[in-house]
């Protein structure tokens, strides 16, 4: 599988982990995403692929858009994908959003809802005609330059992001007000325009993210000093918010891991997206 990826220019870089291309036969056929602490947006150019969010299934011929997601979500994926797409900060798809990120909480929507379809269908013809990865990252990259947007309240919802990611999501939400100098109840709305979930919310998916990370699945996994370290309060604590956030116990998450580095070692894909079948 192809995956070629780079960092914005600025100021893209601030709202932008990175943009990727993927070209391919998937690892399996379907792959579970846990939530993190991030967005995604794709541009499809192959077969349509299938999310399933929760109970609800639907198809995506031209791309889809997350906002920050709290749950798992399920990807089924054709013999054969091809996509370019971003990695976005939290915050970083509200400057591109036609409505507030949280309608869209944990229900994917296609590109053509987000940005019309005559746009959508130019842009994917540009990006078919390209003459390589890199040129249809630098193409992706125009489109999103072009569409960036003032967006109120931005500035605060991403310093206060910058807080809970420095403290992998280790911190008081009330301080978090008192700092930013805004009552709760205004940063927990801004939050939930632009990211689409609350301060305490995002805190909890980088907690989350940080411990699974630490996580080596080839060695032995001490999970009570894991757990400790984290800042749960204790094992069933982190036993449970493993639960909401993957559908999986954390010892049937590493072996889902520990399936994955076995059958496909080095694979592009691996580090986050699970085997779903």
Partial sequence: MQYVSRVPRPPLDGLIDDLYYLEG????????????PAALLIVNLGAPFRIRAGTETAEYADGCVVTMPTRALD??????????????KPWGLA????????????????????????????LRDRLAAAG????????????????????????????????IAAA?????IGDLSVAAGVSSTHLAQRFKELIGVTPKRLARAHRFAATV???????????????????????????????????????????VRRRFLREHPGHALDGWPLPAD
């Avoid at 036969?25 to 993190?36: H, Q």
């Avoid at 309608?103 to 940005?115: A, H, I, K, N, Y």
């Avoid at 040129?135 to 992001?161: F, I, S």
């Fill in 95 to 122: 400057p591109f959003l036609p409505m507030p990120a949280a309608e869209l909480c944990d229900r994917p929507v296609t590109m053509e809802q987000v940005w019309g379809r005559a746009a959508v269908a130019g």
């Fill in 25 to 36: 036969a998937p690892p399996y056929a379907r792959l579970t995403l846990p939530p993190m």
């Fill in 168 to 172: 992998g999501g280790a911190v008081a």
């Fill in 75 to 88: 990807f089924g994926y054709p013999p054969w994908t091809r996509s370019v797409g971003v990695h976005v």
């Fill in 213 to 255: 990370f630490a996580i080596d699945p080839a060695g032995p996994i001490d999970w009570g000093g894991l757990a400790g370290d984290a800042g749960y309060f204790d094992q069933a604590h982190f036993g449970h918010e493993f639960r909401a956030f993957t559908g999986l116990t954390p010892t049937r998450y590493v072996e």
């Fill in 132 to 163: 390589g990865p890199h040129e249809m990252l630098t193409l992706l990259e125009e489109e999103l330059a072009r569409r960036l947007c003032e967006t109120a309240g931005l500035g605060l919802v991403r310093r206060t992001c910058s807080v």
